[in-house]
């Protein structure tokens, strides 16, 4: 089970990576801004997890006042990060915001064995080491990020942090065994964020309300990613499921290549000077660093 959750892990993180570049070819085709991108794909989530609920509840599900910490973090907390991540990228560029969220390794690290009690051996520690050095490599190649973009990025780390480690308790405490209890967790999480980010989307206009059908790659996107790094989540631990994010680097990289081989438009357009191979040596480095994780 243990390297099937490697490998859902792994996937996971090149879903991540496609949804980032979506995300850029959407904006493009719609017109819509962050803000409509993130309510829309998120609704869209939200009304398919409903779905998930109603087909996948059962009696043994545990009542969901027992489960409110739990899902205060998965869910709050989630959209707290979002909302912290989008405040960065106002105040300085993609290239320089994104690859911090790396940093989230190291964070986990410490909060889980400061508050947790979960000791992590010494070639784990290298391993995140690696992981949270080479995102701040990745993210200098681009120049320094501005110091009020990197507040707001903090604040992002902390709260996907803490999310995880809440989607980790909810699905110990949601009491369905196997995959029907981590689907039932995606579920309950993404039918919560999509309630939550409702009332933002009344403040939107009649005309962005007619392209919310064109979020759908979004939705499934991220919805196909989180189901892989839920099942993550439930047999390694928060830890070890991020080292294995820290693999979508790499991955973005490879698929920045082949939409670029197959002719496929990129709104940031994949240059091979020096900034690119920069980028390329820490997300390799990232890569090292989640096989000695593995190794550890």
Not at 89 to 105: N, T
Not at 198 to 221: E, M
């Amino acid at each position: 089970m243990a390297a099937i959750a490697v490998i859902c892990g792994l996937l996971g993180a090149l879903g991540q990576a496609l949804y980032y570049f979506l995300a850029a070819q959407v904006r493009l085709s719609t017109g819509l801004g962050s803000r409509a991108l993130l309510v829309f794909s998120h609704l869209l989530m939200g009304l398919l997890s409903a779905i998930g609920v109603m087909v996948l509840w059962t009696p043994e599900m545990a009542p969901l006042l027992t489960l409110l910490g739990p899902l205060a973090a998965a869910s709050g907390c989630y959209l707290l990060g979002q909302a912290a991540l989008f405040s960065a990228l106002r105040h300085d560029v993609a290239s320089r915001v994104s690859p911090l969220l790396g940093l989230k390794v190291v964070s986990l690290a410490v909060i889980t064995t400061l508050f947790a009690g979960e000791l992590l051996g010494r070639l784990e520690w290298l391993g995140v080491a690696i992981c949270g050095i080479a995102a701040i490599a990745m993210s200098l190649a681009g120049g320094a990020i501005r110091s009020r973009a990197l507040g707001w990025l903090m604040l992002a780390v902390l709260g996907y942090s803490v999310s995880d480690l809440g989607v980790v308790a909810l699905m110990h405490d949601i009491g369905v065994e196997g995959l029907r209890g981590i689907m039932l967790a995606v579920s309950v999480v993404y039918c919560l964020n999509g309630l939550v980010v409702l009332p933002v989307g009344f403040s939107l206009g009649r005309a962005d309300w007619r392209r919310v059908l064109g979020t759908w790659p979004l939705a499934v996107s991220w919805m196909g990613s989180m189901v892989l790094l839920f099942v993550t989540f439930n047999e390694l631990g928060a830890v070890h499921a991020n080292i294995l994010q820290s693999a979508r680097g790499i991955l973005s990289i490879a698929v920045a290549l082949v939409m670029t081989r197959l002719g496929i438009g990129l709104t940031d357009a994949l240059s091979r000077g020096r900034l690119f191979y920069q980028r390329l040596a820490c997300a390799t480095a990232m890569a090292v660093g989640i096989i000695i994780f593995q190794l550890g």
